[in-house]
């Protein structure tokens, strides 16, 4: 069974830590996404990469940056952790080929990330 | 820029009824994928559907089915005789066939369904 796993579901930190969520795919996806989900906005990219040592920013990449130094993993930084990004964060890996018959997006089950 | 507008925030249903998710994209490519995920509250996202744009047929899937219309730029996803497992927040998302290869997700539906 093909997946994404995230290495924490719930996660308590403290304003100004630096904080690592780590994302890890057996699927050997070429692409990887970072999301966050808050109530009322769905879901917004934060990052993402095509292969290793790529990133590129998303649509809300201030405060966070990410690091992706082998294929199966991609790593999400909050540098200096603040209470507005406090929320659920959604791991994804892609094959880019989407003429397979499988092509989609595969998601971790998140991170629910608190900042206090 | 690509869009995805789910207008309905919350809909709130009895077991049986039948209930249309509605959903509308904006993107100015030719090639592109639309996409339905079910979010339970557990919170994992569970695909449901996968369209490309070259492909308007209808699809149904048990009491699932799914209106894809490019003259309105529409992907509807009705649930038939809704049962109280089917309560979650549905998403519907875009992917373009050029540029960025990420998901563009809407905000989101809540669906009750009760019992």
């Known amino acids: 069974d093909v997946k994404v796993t995230q290495s924490s579901r719930y996660l308590v930190k403290r304003t100004g830590e630096k904080v690592f969520l780590e994302c890890v795919q057996d699927?050997?996806?070429?692409?990887m996404f970072w999301y966050r989900q808050d109530p009322g906005l769905g879901l917004r990219l934060i990052y993402f990469?095509?292969?290793?040592?790529?990133?590129e920013k998303g649509d809300i990449p201030e405060g966070y940056s990410v690091s992706r130094e082998k294929k199966e993993r991609f790593s999400l930084i909050l540098e200096s952790a603040s209470t507005n990004q406090t929320s659920m964060y959604l791991c994804?890996?892609?094959?880019?080929?989407?003429?397979?018959?499988?092509?989609?997006?595969?998601f971790g089950s998140g991170t629910r990330l608190t900042v206090v | 820029a690509q869009k995805v507008t789910q207008a309905q925030t919350e809909i709130s249903v009895v077991e049986k009824e039948d209930v249309t998710l509605d959903c509308v994209y904006e993107?100015?490519?030719?090639?592109?994928?639309l996409f339905w995920y079910k979010q339970p509250p557990s919170g994992e996202l569970v695909f449901l559907i996968r369209r490309n744009s070259f492909d308007e047929q209808n699809e149904i899937s048990g009491r699932y089915s799914w209106n894809f219309q490019k003259s309105t730029s529409s992907f509807n996803f009705t649930i038939t005789a809704s049962q109280v497992v089917d309560s979650a927040v549905y998403f519907c998302a875009l992917s373009e066939d050029t540029g960025r290869r990420a998901l563009t997700f809407g905000s989101g539906t809540r669906l009750q369904v009760q019992p």
């Open positions: 994804a890996s892609s094959d880019p080929d989407r003429y397979r018959t499988n092509y989609g997006y595969t």
């Open positions: 993107t100015r490519d030719t090639t592109y994928y």
């Open positions: 699927m050997d996806h070429e692409n």
């Open positions: 990469s095509y292969d290793v040592k790529m990133k």
